[in-house]
C-alpha cells in the first residue's frame, strides 16, 4: 500500500495544486500543505492535504482566507480536495487570472504573480520544461 505522502504525491501529478509549478520545473521540493492548517486544528489526513510547491505554502503559512482584491470582501482561500482548480483560475501565458474571488485572493495571498514567480514560469514556458502536454 502507497504511504499517504506517496498518495498525495500521485494524486497531484507531482504538482503544485494552488499555482500547478511541477516539481520538475524547480529545485526546490514541494511540501506537503495543510488545507486547513494544524493551527487551526486542521488534521493530517488526505481530505485536508494537498502538493504545495515551496513558494505556495510559504506565503500561505497558516491563512485560510484573505481580501480579494477587487471587492476586498473576507473571502476563505482555494480548497483544492473541495473546489476545481479550473473554475477558480486560468492561465493568461505565465500570468494567472483569478475568474472567483476564491481565485484572485488565492493568487494574492500566495503570491502566485509575484514578479519573480511570472519571471520562473515565463523561462519554463520558453525551454518547453513547465510540464505541459501542450508545450
Ligand atoms: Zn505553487
Request: charged share 25%; aromatic share 6%; net charge positive.
Amino acid at each position: 500500500m502507497a504511504s499517504r505522502r506517496q498518495t498525495i504525491w500521485n494524486r497531484a501529478d507531482g504538482r503544485c495544486e494552488y499555482c500547478q509549478l511541477a516539481q520538475t520545473g524547480t529545485s526546490l521540493p514541494h511540501e506537503i500543505d495543510h488545507i486547513r492548517a494544524k493551527k487551526h486544528r486542521g488534521p493530517t489526513t488526505l481530505e485536508n492535504t494537498c502538493l504545495a510547491c515551496a513558494y505556495c505554502n510559504a506565503a500561505k503559512g497558516t491563512n485560510a482566507a484573505g481580501y480579494d482584491p477587487l471587492t476586498d470582501q473576507l473571502v476563505p482561500l482555494f480548497d483544492p480536495r473541495l473546489e476545481t482548480w479550473s473554475d477558480h483560475f486560468e492561465w493568461n501565458g505565465p500570468i494567472l487570472k483569478g475568474k472567483t474571488a476564491i481565485g484572485r485572493t488565492t493568487i494574492e495571498v500566495l503570491g502566485i504573480n509575484r514578479p519573480e514567480r511570472i519571471k520562473h514560469r515565463r523561462l519554463l514556458l520558453q525551454t518547453g520544461e513547465s510540464g505541459d502536454e501542450a508545450s
